[in-house]
């Protein structure tokens, strides 16, 4: 039987894969799950198209990665079929532990990045098909002697950028977010062990660079979709400190998978006591798990939990102010104020219903290992030197106060 299926993919058309190893992991219960998780968390509420998975992605990566090894091959950069294989394994599982709603609850359920996460799976894997897990773990985790390999997988112009900005451009209708990423692979090259970018590239980049500024700013932080994620934040915050306190009445109304998490406070130590437990627990967990429990919260508005449930579910969602400065404590009291007058809460009730969030982000990090270009003398020099007035690098940050809608 021949694994080596056609996959029609909305970006990319039709895709294949080069190798059978890559198929059987596709194939396997931990990356099947991530169809069950959404790329975007809760942004189908602002862009109702949206609704892609982690599980789109992660073959959109391993797409690229294919494409960037044979062209990386072309030129005359050595990569053996072990390479090449443990490197498209490692972009394949670079995602995998993510939990539900991917990064909107980062942190939340567990006490760990989903980076960390990700390679206690590689870990359990290793154990199903050996070495060619091994040597991913190994360029996945920087410790592989050729630098080049993990700078595919993670660094400031990697496979999965270029994939989660074309594939989320795409699915919100979002044509500030487009770029070529097929010239950027193709302007790919290897100096010194390092990722470079040919000269002639070196515009591609700074639309690369462009795009994913304005996809921040307009997409993953737009303030609706920052309401909503406070929302299930929130909800998740409230539902665990009731478990804490061993309400009954509301832990009959979870599932099991979730009151799992809840019940429990997982860090490091705790996963490494037990891995194989705590990933054959945690692959069970997704979004269904979630929406199922809030659901069971519907139908009275009166709690806070109900408010919350209500909101997440039918798209009641709460007000936002953004600004660039902290909100003051005068303006706080202000909206306090307001929702005491027109939606008669009490004092208790407001502080529980006051969201505020600050988020920042950064177009291109000089801090982090910089994008290098590969200049027409045959010289490695840093993006920034390029292109000083196009590259922005100022960290912006912004706050963000959400509150139920003044009626």
């Not at 190994?138 to 112009?157: D, G, M």
């Not at 998978?257 to 945690?282: A, N, Q, T, V």
Request: with cysteine; net charge neutral.
């Amino acid at each position: 039987m021949n694994k080596r299926k056609l996959i029609n993919d909305p970006i990319y058309g039709f895709i294949q894969f080069p190798y059978d190893i890559l198929y059987d992991i596709i194939d396997h219960p931990y990356i099947q799950r991530l169809r069950r998780i959404s790329q975007m968390g809760l942004s189908h509420l602002v862009y109702p198209g949206a609704v892609h998975t982690r599980f789109h992605h992660t073959l959109g990566a391993l797409h690229l990665m294919t494409q960037a090894i044979q062209s990386l091959r072309s030129k005359g950069i050595e990569i053996t079929e072990e390479e090449a294989i443990a490197t498209s394994i490692g972009i394949l599982l670079h995602d995998i532990g993510h939990g539900p709603f991917s990064h909107a609850l980062e942190y939340e359920l567990i006490q760990v990045s989903h980076e960390y996460v990700s390679i206690q799976f590689m870990k359990v894997l290793e154990e199903e098909y050996g070495a060619p897990i091994t040597l991913a773990i190994e360029i996945f985790e920087n410790r592989y002697p050729k630098h080049f390999l993990h700078q595919l997988i993670s660094s400031q112009l990697d496979m999965d950028r270029l994939d989660y900005l074309s594939r989320d451009s795409f699915f919100t209708g979002v044509v500030e977010g487009v770029i070529g990423y097929d010239r950027i692979i193709k302007m790919l090259h290897v100096k010194h062990n390092e990722l470079v970018v040919e000269e002639k590239g070196i515009h591609s980049v700074e639309k690369f660079l462009v795009a994913r500024r304005i996809m921040y700013w307009q997409v993953y932080l737009h303030k609706t979709s920052v309401s909503a994620e406070s929302l299930l934040t929130k909800w998740i915050r409230t539902v665990k400190n009731e478990v804490k306190n061993k309400n009954q009445d509301v832990i009959q109304k979870l599932s099991p998978r979730l009151l799992h998490f809840l019940e429990k406070d997982y860090g490091m130590e705790m996963i490494k006591k037990d891995k194989k437990l705590f990933i054959e627990r945690f692959s069970q967990l997704d979004e269904q798990d979630i929406y199922y429990s809030i659901k069971n919260f519907l139908g009275n508005e009166k709690t806070l939990l109900g408010i919350l449930s209500s909101g997440i579910l039918n798209r009641k969602l709460f007000k936002v102010k953004a600004q660039n400065e902290p909100f003051s404590e005068e303006d706080i009291l202000e909206i306090k104020s307001k929702l005491m007058k027109k939606n008669n809460l009490d004092i208790n009730e407001i502080d529980n219903v006051i969201l505020l969030k600050n988020e920042s982000n950064i177009s291109y990090s000089t801090k982090k290992e910089s994008i290098k270009i590969l200049s027409k003398k045959g010289e490695v020099i840093p993006l920034i030197e390029f292109s000083k007035n196009l590259i922005d690098t100022l960290l912006i940050n912004k706050y963000f106060l959400c509150f139920p809608k003044i009626n």
